[in-house]
């Protein structure tokens, strides 16, 4: 996930915390065979995700335009490639062998990157700002139904680094130099809007534990959530996603 700016959904239309798994420690949950499984694809999910973002803003940055650009993008990479290492030495902690939990989700993740490559800088910019903000914004509503200490290492993965401001700065001192270029990178946003939804529902879909822990819980202690609690998740991803796009003087 991306290190720059998550703009969280709304307080006052958040979900309730799940109960049951929710308020018990990993000790505890994972007693649960189906909820182990869960969280060793999701850990697993999030730690391709972070190995690939550092790879693509290490690449990104031979696209920035100054020196103090690239070293900016750097300091990105390196704050993905630490999360990775947190998550990696979770999963080795849990006794799982890391390799083994990524790849089932690499493909899904490279396939993402490739098909929303930046043709430029400002592209770049606001791909990390706003495309992995949206699957950002996905785990964070996943991790209401994680146990208490999963959950905080997720979170805590999540947590924005202080680059947000970096590409807001940017992406609208642009746009006031060339008005132009902000017709295109909005019609861009919304496309990674689209791909980035689409890849979070694949996630889920296609691992059975994930997706019977966030919709049918797992052997009774998780709530997970229902087809209208779905549909309000979302609504509060696209409404952070807009404020994303307002912050950057973008049309949603």
């Known amino acids: 996930m991306s290190t720059v700016e998550n703009a969280s959904p709304a307080d006052d239309s958040a979900p309730a915390e799940a109960v049951g798994i929710a308020s018990q420690d990993w000790a505890t949950a994972s007693?649960?065979?189906?909820?182990?499984?869960?969280?060793?694809?999701?850990?697993?999910?999030?730690?391709?995700g972070e190995l690939a973002a550092f790879e693509r803003l290490a690449e990104d940055a031979k696209l920035a335009p100054t020196l103090d650009d690239k070293a900016e993008l750097a300091a990105m990479a390196s704050a993905e490639f630490h999360h990775f290492e947190r998550l990696r030495d979770r999963l080795t902690a849990i006794e799982v062998e890391p390799t083994a939990a990524m790849q089932p989700f690499a493909k899904g993740v490279d396939d993402f990157h490739r098909q929303t490559a930046p043709s430029d800088w400002l592209e770049g910019l606001v791909k990390a700002y706003v495309g992995d903000s949206i699957a950002s914004d996905f785990y964070r509503e996943v991790a209401s139904h994680l146990d208490n200490d999963t959950r905080a290492l997720v979170l805590g993965v999540l947590d924005d680094t202080g680059h947000g401001n970096f590409a807001v700065e940017k992406v609208r001192a642009a746009i006031e130099a060339d008005p132009r270029c902000g017709g295109r990178l909005a019609l861009w946003a919304r496309r990674l809007m689209g791909e980035a939804l689409s890849q979070a529902q694949r996630?889920?879909?296609?691992r059975d534990a994930l997706s019977t822990m966030l919709v049918g819980g797992v052997d009774g202690m998780a709530a997970g959530f229902d087809l209208a609690a779905v549909g309000e998740m979302f609504t509060r991803i696209t409404k952070a996603h807009t404020k994303r796009m307002a912050a950057l003087g973008l049309a949603a």
């Open 31 to 48: 007693a649960s065979p189906q909820y182990r499984a869960a969280v060793v694809d999701l850990l697993g999910a999030l730690a391709y």
């Open 203 to 206: 996630v889920v879909a296609e």
